[in-house]
């Protein structure tokens, strides 16, 4: 499976911004998906994510009703909706795919592909 992410960007603080991440390979629908970012100095952690089922869904608390995660299996694209954005939101965002879990994952140990990131930068 390969992940490829797009969307990042120099945003304001309170602006908004939607990340998407295009997958290719086995069967989209059969994956587990989800974002993590890593902001410098500091580790990676899972901040959303979505099983194949979309009523299951995990936030982290940092992002929890700013953030939006959603996929659309006929694109084979999972998105995140980033509203409200502070500096501290800024970070490489990366996509991952767990292809043993249905139910959204929560630990960076499940996933079992990623891509390269996408940069999101937010001014204050």
């Known amino acids: 499976v390969k992940v490829v992410e797009s969307g990042g960007g120099l945003v304001q603080a309170g602006d908004s911004l939607r990340l998407s991440c295009l997958a290719s390979g086995r069967t989209f629908s059969s994956y587990a998906m989800g974002w993590f970012r890593q902001a410098p100095g500091k580790q990676r952690d899972v901040i959303a994510s979505i099983g194949w089922n979309v009523d299951s869904t995990y936030y982290a608390d940092s992002v929890k009703g700013r953030f939006t995660i959603s996929r659309d299996n006929a694109k084979n694209t999972v998105y995140l909706q980033m509203n409200s954005l502070k500096p501290e939101d800024t970070a490489i965002y990366y996509c991952?795919?767990?292809?043993?879990?249905?139910?959204?994952?929560?630990?960076?140990?499940?996933?079992?592909?990623w891509g390269r990131g996408t940069q999101v930068t937010v001014s204050s």
């Open positions: 991952g795919a767990d292809g043993d879990s249905r139910l959204a994952p929560r630990r960076l140990i499940e996933f079992d592909y």
